[in-house]
């Protein structure tokens, strides 16, 4: 019995080292502020909704790679400047009031990116994530939890969306270039 455990154990402890193994293989590495471009290392981030929970969530995933947020602009660095966003639902669903209702949700979110003088480093970008949700038919849309649930998954969605484009390599060349 002994053996079988110890059998278990080291079989473990194998599959663990080529899980290791495979995932620095295959380039997977955690987002820092390595990753963006040096210039964006400190930003100004500008919004009319500082305390909205889209831009509360940005600010601490920016916060979280060891960017630097600014309390005001400052000339030497960039302003990320995030648009409103917006969130709708429509209802898709055709039938009687016995059927499961189907939601389309949309989120959206704008930004762009100015130097320190207020010169355009990166157009306006448009953010948008879209998803279904199917409710129950004693369910109330606007009370549901599910909306909620959604709605976070797509504000992180559109996060780590816009993280991508702050880390591609367009984004260290038009900072070059600038």
Excluded: W
Aim: some cysteine; hydrophobic content about 40%; proline content about 3%.
């Amino acid at each position: 019995m002994q053996k079988i455990n110890s059998i278990k154990s080291m079989s473990y402890k194998i599959i663990l080292i080529f899980c290791i193994i495979f995932l620095s293989n295959c380039g997977f590495h955690l987002r820092s502020q390595s990753s963006l471009p040096k210039a964006l290392h400190k930003i100004y981030l500008q919004t009319d909704n500082p305390y909205d929970q889209f831009e509360t969530a940005f600010a601490k995933s920016l916060s979280a790679i060891g960017v630097t947020i600014l309390d005001k602009p400052d000339s030497n660095c960039p302003t990320l400047a995030l648009a409103p966003t917006t969130f709708t639902s429509d209802n898709s669903s055709i039938g009687g009031s016995v059927q499961a209702r189907v939601y389309n949700l949309t989120f959206t979110t704008n930004f762009k990116i100015n130097n320190g003088q207020g010169k355009t480093i990166l157009d306006a970008q448009t953010i948008t994530v879209t998803k279904g949700l199917t409710l129950n038919p004693n369910e109330i849309f606007s009370a549901s939890n599910q909306v909620d649930i959604e709605k976070q998954s797509m504000q992180q969605e559109a996060i780590v969306r816009i993280l991508n484009i702050l880390s591609s390599k367009q984004m260290f060349a038009e900072i070059a270039s600038h």
